[in-house]
């Protein structure tokens, strides 16, 4: 009977929490693999054994949430602590113990110990009835399903991933739509200064601005960034990527491009919610653009790597295409130089190492992002320190595809 309670409460977690639908498929969002990388990368959690004990699961949700977490009496009482630790205490104390029998009956549940806590998991969502009936009658609980548990706490409580959706959703067009209604300049005084002096010296011939509110926290080993400026482009790229059967989640990160504009150029012009130029010296104009970063994590290391061929073929002018009578469309917005960029290399071939030489606000909610080759990093970085009196800095090592590294590097226009 024991070990068929532990396979009952394995298939429910695993049942409401490891799949998500995206379009006709499902995207394996929360996979042991994945829940498991994420645990790690973003709360420094190891789950090695294959059975979690009580404690080990106490002292892993204290550093999902950055409190302390009492151990709990049995496997039902992780409910207790869940509910808890997801904001919603106040909420279960709310049930009088008609309402809880009423809710609890409703979703199907039974012999709960605490309905209160019970019903208030499921009303927030923090927990689906298979997952609470899972833990009612179970006895150990798995690495597995001790991931899963960890990060749902971690959604509730706005420390998973940050993003639109999949897509390959129905409605994930209307979704892009929705994000960029909000979308425009941003500025932050602190990093604007530091910024201003290091075009203005040449240390760097521009960054850009970011908010970290806006950051995806995705999973690294799975996930491409990728830049760009127009809005309907990354509309027809979402759409491509369905198109080759690659599903990815989704999150778009607006950001302020900073860059000298030249007067060659022309007369300045009149300022727009997405553009302008600004006179921050003598001799030094600089440009404010409405960009983003649109953040990709595929479902699978094989679909990250079809990415750089998908765009190459169809999201990149180059001279061959560009030629009068070429027959080649691409789509929307296509790039000379396409810019994306992952934390690991992907294919020796296609990706070269740069550095996103990182400077944030002392309040961290900002950050600014100049490139530059790895031979240059450490002198930027240094500058960047000189500069800022309490900010700190990140050489965040990045792999970037090489038409963005020629025209980072100058050595060739495509």
């Known amino acids: 009977m024991k070990t068929r309670k532990i396979i009952m409460f394995a298939l429910c977690i695993v049942m409401s929490l490891s799949l998500f639908a995206a379009g006709d498929g499902t995207f394996a969002l929360d996979t042991y693999e994945k829940?498991?990388?994420?645990?790690?990368?973003?709360?420094?959690?190891e789950i090695a054994s294959d059975t979690v004990s009580l404690s080990d699961f106490a002292k892993d949700l204290s550093a999902v949430t950055g409190t302390e977490i009492v151990e709990p009496a049995t496997e039902e009482g992780i409910i207790n602590i869940v509910v808890a630790a997801s904001g919603f205490d106040e909420l279960a104390k709310t049930y009088s113990a008609e309402k809880a029998a009423a809710r609890l009956e409703k979703y199907g549940v039974e012999n709960a110990s605490d309905p209160q806590y019970a019903a208030a998991a499921l009303d927030s969502g923090v927990l689906s009835a298979e997952a609470v009936n899972g833990l009612v009658a179970a006895e150990g609980l798995s690495s597995e399903e001790a991931a899963s548990l960890l990060m749902a706490v971690a959604y509730a409580t706005g420390k998973g991933r940050n993003y639109i959706g999949?897509?390959?959703?129905?409605?994930?067009?209307?979704?892009?739509?929705?994000?960029?209604?909000?979308?425009?300049?941003?500025?932050?005084?602190?990093?604007?200064?530091?910024?201003?002096?290091?075009v203005e010296t040449g240390a760097s011939t521009g960054y850009n601005l970011k908010r970290e509110s806006d950051n995806a926290r995705f999973l690294d080993s799975l996930t491409l960034r990728y830049g760009h400026d127009t809005k309907?482009?990354?509309?027809?790229?979402v759409a491509l990527l369905v198109s080759e059967d690659i599903n990815a989640l989704i999150q778009i990160e607006p950001k302020t491009s900073i860059y000298e504009y030249l007067l060659d150029w022309g007369?300045?012009?009149?300022?727009?919610?997405?553009?302008?130029v600004e006179q921050y010296s003598e001799d030094l104009y600089l440009v404010h653009a409405t960009e983003f970063d649109l953040e990709l994590e595929f479902d699978t290391i094989e679909d990250l790597q079809k990415f750089d061929a998908v765009v190459n073929q169809y999201s990149?002018?180059?001279?061959?295409?560009?030629?009068?009578?070429?027959?080649?469309?691409?789509?929307?917005?296509?790039?000379w130089q396409p810019l994306y960029s992952a934390r690991f290399n992907p294919d020796e071939n296609a990706y070269t190492e740069i550095v996103d030489n990182v400077l944030y606000s002392a309040?961290?909610?900002?950050?600014?992002?100049?490139?530059?080759?790895?031979?240059?990093?450490?002198?930027?970085?240094?500058?960047?320190?000189?500069?800022?009196?309490?900010?700190?800095?990140?050489?965040?090592?990045?792999?970037?595809?090489?038409?963005?590294?020629?025209?980072?590097?100058?050595?060739?226009?495509?």
């Open 166 to 198: 999949f897509a390959g959703e129905s409605d994930i067009q209307a979704r892009i739509e929705n994000v960029f209604k909000n979308v425009g300049l941003y500025s932050n005084d602190e990093l604007d200064a530091i910024g201003a002096l290091l």
């Open 316 to 335: 990149k002018k180059n001279d061959a295409n560009q030629a009068e009578g070429s027959g080649v469309n691409l789509i929307l917005g296509a790039w």
């Open 35 to 45: 829940n498991s990388a994420y645990l790690s990368q973003y709360f420094g959690i």
């Open 363 to 414: 309040d961290g909610a900002y950050s600014i992002h100049p490139f530059t080759t790895v031979e240059n990093s450490a002198s930027l970085i240094a500058t960047e320190e000189e500069l800022s009196e309490n900010g700190s800095t990140f050489a965040d090592h990045r792999y970037v595809n090489n038409a963005f590294y020629r025209y980072l590097t100058g050595t060739d226009y495509q």
């Open 267 to 276: 007369p300045v012009p009149e300022p727009t919610p997405t553009y302008r």
């Open 232 to 237: 309907d482009h990354v509309k027809q790229l």
